[in-house]
DNA sequence: CTGAAAGCGCTAACAG
DNA sequence: CTGTTAGCGCTTTCAG
């Protein structure tokens, strides 16, 4: 696992050198020597390290995707840092701009940027994308359409006829996808759908959007939050005000993180392996990274299913 | 903010070209054109880079350290990474080993290493310890005797007499210290004190500490949690054996995560300044970069308080 | 004040 | 098979 300390050379099978190779390693470890890998680097244009930069580390939505990408990382002896863009475009271009060149590849989750922005990084290093289709890049995607539609079905089944989605980031690419699968899914059902936002996809920015919400509300209305933090500030502030979730609001989230299970009453949420989104873009950019053509444009789509708990019901 | 694109000596305040370095930052700029990290650092001998390495990225224990530290680092112009040791000492060596060349400063928090490992690293590229004293390093650590008071002497207030606490990593500096400190002034006070464990200083590892708990149990009790997912843990595994909280049992957790004013009771916590925390670490760190030299070897401490909230109650 | 050259610590390709 | 050299892309020093 640990790359040999001293340069390979020094462990070539030699014949007569063969003890002093040894007592040169045992003298290098004793004395704590380490390579330079910046040196390294330079020569070798490998750094055997692997990064994700993602938008915000205290998400938990992200969670399973860098352990995933951890463990793959790991098994093919990099090491992964992560790097967080702070859901700004231009921390992100900072952030890009600083990494790329010290990493062999980089999982880009929950980009803030444009298109061109990340080919730009991608002529530098191997890019893979996750939950943002970027033409002519590899990625990795949730199956929101699906989630949306489960999402939609499980409200309408319930007797709902109205559904309101709470906005996240405007420059996210599953804010788009989640709300125009609701709208379609919406449509087809014959139900009425509006988006309000966009606010902050925190717990904070959930709690102003149900602080807007209770001004002018309408009964037996049924929310969808763009990720589980939104949806849980929600609840929260609806709950402060005196309401009921789900008598007076069904509520429902995306991600199925594990704070979705901590309150009460227990969100419904779209679930999505993220672990293995982390593995398969991990193992993919190490692919990249070994000097793999990536081959077809498509990305790859990883199934997404609805955890129903206590957060929905029948409108009152 | 951003570094000038092109080697410095372009830029150099000179006649005749003065436009002629314009007109090639101009050029370099719409090519696209970066220099290489790698290659600068090996001669200046800087990265400005910064690394946050800690035990799990997940524990939001860690989420305003972070915080704290990213504002510093960007303050300084320094970009910030996170590496993630998996609770695990050899990880730990690993990660420190890849990273600690790469950067100009680590801050090191929830280490599991020991001392003797962490001044190797120093030797490379400064290092401070976040929540651990090491001799002769830089440290900043939180009040946990004062943290342990105010918590001994809130339960005894109740009238509590005795107090149990869910140990977690033996490797880890805080619980150490936690537990001295509690069995110290739970002693002072004349409270009997045990100590259970260790668990794994997660909502898993809590919910088996409530497990073991429930065989056995003596009505009246009050545990103190090593960190608040194990405090969680235990509650929910106590909850749904159909027991309440607090009236059955009281609980206390360490670190006023967001999780928990999220849970049902929410929780009794001792809340540190991390963001604090993390800005004086990093801050010191970066001034460690630069040249400066350490002075004294006294840890820089922040205070704790208690949040009182709702898992705490007299006994039954 | 400008331009050339040395060198950061390593690896890889080269002669011996 | 071993030892030497060139060179990775930058910065900085040193002549011109």
Redesign the interface.
Known sequence: ??PSTVSRAFSRPGRVNAQTAARIQAVAAEL?Y?A????R??STTR???L?VVLAD??N?AF?DL??GA?AAA?EAGY??????T?ESAE?ER??L??????VDGIVLAGSRSPDAAIH?VN??VPVVAVNRDVRGLPSVVVDLEHGARVTVEHLHGLGHREVMYLAGPEASWPDGMRWRSLRQVAREHGMRVRRVGPYEPT?QGGVRAGEQWLDGRRRGAAAVGYNDLMA?GFIRAVTRAGLKVPDDVSVVGFDNT??AE???PELTTVAAPMRDVGRIAATNVIALARGATSTRGEPVVVPTRLVERESTAPPA
Chains 1, 2 share one sequence.
Request: net charge positive; proline share 4%.
């Open positions: 696992m640990a704590g380490r330079n890998p910046q040196a680097a330079l750094t055997m390290m990064a580390v205290t938990p969670f860098v352990r951890g790991t090491t992964l840092v992560l790097a967080e702070q921390r900072d952030v701009e600083a990494t790329a060149a010290r730009q002529k530098v717990v849980i594990s704070s901590l309150i009460t």
